[in-house]
């Protein structure tokens, strides 16, 4: 997984709570922008329900087509987590009492058997052959297994975790990205816009447009492996902005 | 698609600036909110790449496994907005120049062929067959073509172009929901939650655990169709809470 070659990367966030609207999920932008950063392209991200069947398939779909998977969410101590159940179950492997993580939770409740109940007990069963994922926040591990990581779904325990197991990632090329926003609206930029995305094809051109009360703007994105390249295509963004009339704004337009 | 059988629906968010961790998405929570008051089950989310061949498959996976299926994003006037011709393609239909949103684009621009250029015209491209979605924000329509309802990227837009269209949508039992909070473990509440689940098979019944300096506690949402049985549920969870020594909050635990 190294070299010029795209590293791929798919995000599944796994719980109700996110499909009935209860929660706005905040992992999938953490991720995704560590991901990026590590050379790892975030190609595709899904929302799933905490049905076993579901979990079994998306997991195994995901794992052969990317080259990285990342869980969020269903490791917990209740009824509803049934995430490592479900992922034993999708690699084919009994899901066992692991001594390292039991050891770690004992340690947490001071071995006392009303805090360290059947239920806690239950965090530290993990699919046969996973290696362990420190939760440095609230001890409960996740897991490792293949080349899918298993983490809790609290996003303070997702950013600990994944932290903690970064290093071990191997990304492509990293992806640079330069933003540069202009007061213009988005169609009068789209012919322009259009011409530099065909001359700098090696490039992902993004627009976004936005609307402020007495503002209407875009921020184009650039981004690419080629950090020259992708300078290039900035300098040619503003001269655009320059010939429509507008002055270029280096990084989103964050002026009141 | 009424009476008492569940209706599902899929959210597909259409964007590279989700997948690079620019943006954080604020159209599934919203979308998920309303479909579920509308009785509308959201049973995926997938947040997908500007891909014409991956929308293409995308839509067709999710239009045949699901009643609803709603997109955002990727319907304006830049060279990188593909998904009303990769949805024409998806359905095999042409895409072609709709008079009334054309109307609708001369009315706002006032007839200026420098405003409405050709991009801009772009956005009066609609797959054959479809029926346009209001736009009060910005006027660009989005379209209805068959179960598949496209929308705008941005959350304003999105919000009114739901709005516009949520009385067309038929939605099974609307999903009633209870939150009840308590400052108290969720390892300790554990056990008797899964048998509290056990007793009412019938519902949904999910456990958040929230951690604050100084305090530790869960939000227990109880989901389901009838609204007498949420409530019945409810108050067993309430007592479930005292027999630990708990008192119940009413909805989230807000209290700083």
Chains 1, 2 share one sequence.
């Not at 490039?203 to 976004?208: P, Q, T, V």
């Not at 009360?213 to 300098?235: L, M």
């Not at 963004?237 to 507008?246: E, I």
């Amino acid at each position: 997984m190294a070299g010029d070659r795209v590293v791929t990367a798919c995000i599944i966030v796994i719980g109700n709570e996110v499909l009935s609207g209860r929660t706005r999920d905040a992992n999938i932008q953490f991720l995704a922008g560590q991901l990026n950063e590590a050379g790892i392209r975030v190609v595709e991200a899904r929302v799933i329900p905490d049905i076993t069947q579901t979990i079994i398939d998306t997991v195994n779909d995901c794992r052969k087509r990317f080259d990285y998977v990342f869980t969020t969410g269903g490791i917990g101590p209740t009824h509803d987590d049934i995430t490592s159940a479900s992922i034993a179950e999708a690699f084919g492997v009994a899901l066992e009492r692991n001594a390292e993580a039991e050891a770690r939770l004992r340690a947490h409740y001071r071995n006392d058997e009303t805090l360290l109940n059947a239920s806690r007990l239950k965090m530290a069963d993990i699919p046969a052959g996973a290696t362990l994922i420190d939760n440095p926040i609230s001890t409960a591990p996740g897991f490792r297994i293949g080349n899918v990581f298993v983490m809790a779904g609290i996003p303070k325990i997702v950013e600990a975790m994944f932290l903690s197991f970064r290093h071990e990632l191997t990304g492509g090329a990293p992806v640079v990205s330069r933003t540069v926003s202009a007061v213009v609206g988005e169609g009068d930029l789209a012919a322009g816009l259009g011409a530099l995305q065909a001359d700098f094809p090696d490039m992902d051109i993004g627009s976004y447009p936005y609307f402020r009360p007495g503002r209407i703007g875009v921020s184009v994105v650039i981004r690419g492996t080629d950090a020259a390249r992708v300078d290039e295509a900035a300098a040619a963004l503003r001269d655009l902005y320059r010939q429509l009339g507008a002055e270029p704004i280096e990084g989103e337009d964050s002026r009141k």
